[in-house]
């Protein structure tokens, strides 16, 4: 790294225009990145780091501007210039991967026309040269079979190989500076795992300097060489990564490092699980549901997606026991079926009765005892519902108490989950993303149910809100007896909230046992790779050595009439269960 800085930022300040008012959304930040640097900016929704990278790539929105300072890339101001200057450098200078590849690549295009286009809009070649280099590009980002992966769209590829396809396009041109706005928030553990690799990797052969915006500072920790630390559009610490993590300056980031949940962090619960009740609050015995697809010339369906299979498990009353595994493995479709939203095979009891005996009013009966928490909580909401009437309306559909009664009992709801009751004639919209979790988790508490799914409830909020949606959930378990279903991919996260946890893989539990017994002794393959996946808040433990999968993915497709292999859960002791894979 030279001492010249690559880009240099001095007093940026980028404004948005309300009815007429300018307000400031980042204010006077300076910082400099030198070729071959990750800077990292990290901060929560809301502190400016996206509007800042928006900034440097010209993408602003109409009503927001850069009103005062520089942003001087390679000798170039780039807060002067007008966007027919602009356009040239973006891809060839400065290119940017985005958080969620499916909305930032054009679904009725081929990977392969996407890729050449871009480079082709820079680059003064054939289409046959622009395609060698778009097949290069995928080669280099680690796609296996990038020829045939050229044809295909951006639906039949998964979000871990979407996320390379956009950094395979981001690195065509090798461009000087490469944005990464929160480039794994939305990918599973492991997926998260090989992007960071390969980022890294991709970063020491092509010398790219890199700025990762995150909120995550596990990937902070593990990927930056220096970090800016914003809060409210506003830099309040910047140091080395070893520096800002062994003595933050600033309370705000003693906060931010504080609320990263960590593994081990758990094992200092020490409570032992419930016990075993007669009547479980939910039971699944050999549970299983499959969608067909295709068709034959019968109009038969030709293959099966066996979305989960044979699985089993019992929840206690007063327990958190937790469903893990990556996306596809079949978390969502068990809730789903145990919700009784998904036909299957196999018996489900709830409170001791079977979802399939149940008749019409049985089972709307049976809402009572199991209630969702989703994870985006602004689309569980309707957006021109007024909260209160939200949080209410399970109670006028089971027709539950007077117009007063539910209004009384609604303002205590909102009590329980730290809000007040004069914000119960707000819209959705006027609330942040952990006040609208929270909104979630009252509308699931009005019917008094035994049993909350959280379906990845927590995975897209802040650390810091993360931590107190999940210390709000130990709360009123503990006043009220409450079980939970914990759905989550992020192992880190659900050490520290479970008492039981089953791990998935295609649609089967490989294992299952107590909190203790899978994090301090985790027996089959698959789950030790996804805790080794998880990122350690600590800059030291940079560079371990980290288990990678070997070859591709088996497919949960399979031909009608040609089901997968079944695992047969053994007990290796104390109730720790494990698929013979084991090794």
Excluded: W
């Excluded at 008012?21 to 300076?30: E, N």
């Excluded at 989950?417 to 609208?436: A, C, K, N, W």
């Amino acid at each position: 790294m030279t001492d010249t800085p690559l880009l240099s930022v001095q007093g940026l300040t980028v404004s948005v225009r309300d009815r007429g008012v300018l307000r400031p959304l980042v204010q006077d930040l300076s910082f400099d990145l030198r070729a071959g640097e990750v800077l990292a900016i990290a901060g929560e929704s809301g502190s400016g780091k996206s509007i800042t990278s928006l900034a440097l790539m010209g993408l602003l929105p109409p009503n927001v501007a850069v009103t005062s300072g520089r942003m001087v890339l390679d000798g170039t101001d780039l807060a002067s210039l007008p966007e027919s200057q602009m356009r040239p450098l973006r891809g060839a200078k400065v290119a940017m991967i985005f958080q969620e590849p499916m909305t930032s690549l054009n679904p009725v295009q081929t990977i392969g026309t996407q890729l050449a286009e871009a480079i082709r809009a820079h680059d003064p070649v054939s289409r046959g040269q622009a395609r060698a280099a778009a097949v290069g590009a995928l080669r280099q980002v680690r796609i296996s079979e990038p020829e045939r992966r050229m044809g295909q769209y951006p639906h039949e590829l998964s979000g871990g190989m979407r996320q390379r396809v956009m950094i395979a396009m981001a690195l065509a041109l090798r461009p000087a500076l490469l944005i990464a706005d929160e480039p794994t928030t939305a990918l599973d553990v492991t997926v998260q795992r090989e992007v960071l690799d390969l980022l890294r990797d991709l970063q020491g052969q092509t010398g790219t300097a890199i700025i990762l915006i995150t909120h995550d500072m596990g990937v902070v920790a593990e990927t930056a060489d220096r970090v800016v630390v914003m809060q409210a559009g506003r830099r309040v610490e910047e140091g080395t990564t070893p520096q800002v993590f062994a003595a933050p300056r600033a309370a705000y980031t003693r906060d931010l490092l504080a609320a990263v949940p960590r593994l081990g962090a758990g094992a200092l619960r020490a409570a032992p699980p419930p016990p075993e009740a007669p009547v479980p609050v939910a039971r699944l015995s050999e549970a299983s549901v499959h969608f067909d697809i295709g068709a034959n010339f019968l109009g038969r369906p030709t293959h099966r997606v066996h979305a989960a299979l044979g699985v089993s498990f019992d929840i206690r009353p007063g327990e958190t026991f937790g469903l893990v595994g990556e996306s596809g493995c079949g978390k969502s479709t068990v809730a789903k079926a145990l919700a009784g939203l998904v036909p299957h095979q196999g018996r489900i009891e709830v409170g001791g009765r079977a979802l399939s005996d149940l008749t019409a009013q049985g089972r709307k009966d049976i809402c009572r005892d199991i209630q969702m928490v989703f994870q985006d909580p602004m689309a569980a909401l309707d957006p021109r519902m007024k909260v209160g009437d939200a949080v209410a309306e399970p109670l006028v559909i089971h027709r539950i108490g007077t117009p007063a009664e539910r209004r009384a009992l609604t303002e205590d709801l909102f009590r329980r989950v730290g809000l007040t009751p004069d914000q119960m004639s707000r819209y959705p919209h006027e609330f942040s993303g952990g006040q609208r979790q929270r909104i979630c988790v009252a509308r699931a508490l009005a019917l008094r149910p035994r049993l909350i799914i959280c379906d990845e409830s927590v995975s897209a909020l802040d650390v810091s809100v993360q931590a107190r949606v999940l210390a709000l959930l130990e709360e009123l378990k503990a006043q009220s007896g409450v079980s939970y279903l914990f759905i989550s991919h992020d192992m880190a996260v659900v050490e520290n909230i479970v008492d039981r946890l089953a791990v998935m893989y295609l649609g089967q539990i490989v294992e299952m046992g107590s909190r203790d017994q899978i994090f301090g002794n985790p027996q089959h393959p698959y789950t030790r790779r996804l805790l080794d996946a998880v990122p350690i808040p600590d800059p030291a433990r940079r560079g371990r050595a980290h288990l990678r999968p070997a070859g591709e993915i088996p497919s949960p497709l399979h031909p009608v009439g040609t089901p997968p292999a079944r695992h047969r859960l053994h007990d290796i002791g104390h109730g720790h269960l494990v698929a013979p894979e084991a090794a």
